[in-house]
């Protein structure tokens, strides 16, 4: 067996239903605040990301899967989608029709990171940017889409961590003040941190290792950096979050992983999932559009981790897999093929079908049918196709009921509808237990 690579991961069958349930939920959500899809490439030109995201940050020095075409050309598996979207917008000239744009994009992402619990080299992100809106109302709004999406799917022990990185005007105060800071404590800072403080000194503020920490416990906050105009932003932002009731947590160690951040920083963190306690994170960046050749346009956005929501709501949730609603078994050879077009009726009128074909003996059938957790089994043997019809058995309650060949379809359709709502009446009604009814036909 050849088997997968290291910090890549197989999303099985049982998974896959929350994985889209997350999705479906988001997506619904989103839309009702005005987003729209967009689907993007996974590759693009290395580029792109060394010139959004930095190229002093870990992404760009030491975690992208770039390759040569063999051309010239250097082409990177995209470690995160706003490169791509904010590309998109400039390149297919989104602004020229309406320069506020709201998109969001789901997909894989990859980082060559060290692989461990909710870290993988292959990761997904549902994204969410918007461009044209430099109103700090839209930077609460999104943090209340967030929270809603997180509530929709029940998912408790959050919270929101919240900072303003600057902006050009005030942001070089603050690095020199962090960088005189960082100067007296070369002796006792971690390699990484040593190489940063001259080229990147704000990520020292988020360094975990515990002496790198020790020389922060001091460090300047940003906040109180801020020119008037980051200030009254930034006020505003929490005026707002405070009006919808977002609890959140000014933490002046946010600063993120990415260069292209101005003002409003965010992430959600969660205390179930360990060391990887970040769910979902974004903030403003309103440089960048600009940078990247575009027209000068605010934006902001947030990306949230797939895969550590799904653990998370896996944790809350039973796993709820796909179960047949019928199963066919036919028995004996001379039955394989009217079974083959029974199914094909079935699962093409929308009621899912599973079927063996082995042509085994009833007993080996029903196994296999309780095995897929069908619902019911419908049983065609050579004495009931005499009798112009086969038996629907009721998997639950054992009950068994003829239904016949001709219309079968709508029959048994019309049988699984009437079973469904003596089920929802019954749980209904489940403080008093009632006869199961039969159905016949
Ligand atoms: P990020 O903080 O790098 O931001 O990633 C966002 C989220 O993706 C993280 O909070 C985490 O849940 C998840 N994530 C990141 N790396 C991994 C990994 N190796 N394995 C599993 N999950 C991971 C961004 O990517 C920005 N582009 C967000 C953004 C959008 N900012 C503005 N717009």
Known sequence: MIPLIRGFKDILPDDTPVW????????????????????LPIVEKAELFQRSIGENTDIVEKEMYTFSTGKGEMITLRPEATASVVRAYIQQQLYAKDPVQKLYTIGPMFRRERPQKGRYRQFYQINAEVFGIGAPYIDAQLIVMLWNLFERLAIGGLSVQLNSLGCPVCRPAFKQALTDMLEEGTGVLCADCLRRKDKNPMRVLDCKVPACRDVMKDAPSMTDYLCEDCASHFSKVQSALGLQQI????????????????????????????????????????????????PEQPAIGFAIGLDRLVELVSQAMPQQSLTPDVFIAAIGEELQEKAFEWSCALGLSGVQTEIDFSGKSLKALMKRADRLGAAHVLIAGSQEMAQGSVILRNMKNKEQVPVPIDGMVDHIKQYLKDYQCCKESEKKKKAIPEPVRVIRF
Request: glycine share 12%; hydrophobic share 45%; no cysteine.
């Open 20 to 39: 889209k349930a997350i999705e479906e939920t988001a997506a619904a959500l989103f839309q009702s605040f005005g987003f729209k899809e967009i689907r």
């Open 247 to 294: 609890p959140f947590v000014l933490n002046p160690r946010l600063v993120r992983g990415l260069d292209y951040y101005t003002r409003t920083a965010f992430e959600i963190q969660t205390d179930a999932l360990g060391a990887q306690n970040a769910i979902a994170g974004g903030g403003r960046y309103d440089g960048l559009v600009k940078a990247l050749d575009g």
